[in-house]
């Protein structure tokens, strides 16, 4: 059975960083793309930053250029997002996802691309 359990949400202030993990686990996705959404009460999930096998390539939702940068460590086979700068608009529940139908470098940027989702983990930005 194949999980993904997403860690290191929590409370921080306006300006402040976090570091979300997500440990996968039934299956190995080295060779596939890895991904974080986030979801804001009443809204859509939305993308918010996705890697290749590889590392290759990345991908970035615009509101997170520049302040977020999603890694993998395929060995754990583990994928993180570092994020800094984070302001209120970012509070939102953060859901690690990954495939294993995409092949190539390409990442997907659309949520019902992606077969696996982790839980969730809250992130509330506020002073």
């Known amino acids: 059975q194949v999980q993904l359990v997403e860690s290191g949400g929590g409370l921080v202030q306006p300006g402040g960083s976090l570091r979300l993990s997500c440990a996968a686990s039934?299956?190995?996705?080295?060779?596939?793309?890895m991904g974080w959404f986030r979801q804001i009460p009443g809204r859509e999930r939305e993308f918010v930053a996705g890697i290749s096998w590889g590392s290759a390539v990345t991908a970035y939702a615009d509101f997170v250029k520049g302040r977020f940068t999603i890694s993998r460590d395929n060995d754990k086979n583990m994928v993180s997002l570092q994020m800094n700068s984070l302001n209120a608009e970012d509070t939102a529940v953060y859901y690690c996802?990954?495939?294993?139908?995409?092949?190539?470098?390409?990442?997907?940027?659309?949520?019902?691309?992606?077969?696996?989702w982790g839980q969730g983990t809250q992130v509330t930005v506020s002073s």
């Open positions: 996802a990954a495939d294993d139908r995409v092949s190539g470098f390409r990442v997907p940027r659309q949520s019902d691309e992606y077969g696996y």
């Open positions: 039934g299956r190995t996705f080295s060779r596939k793309p």
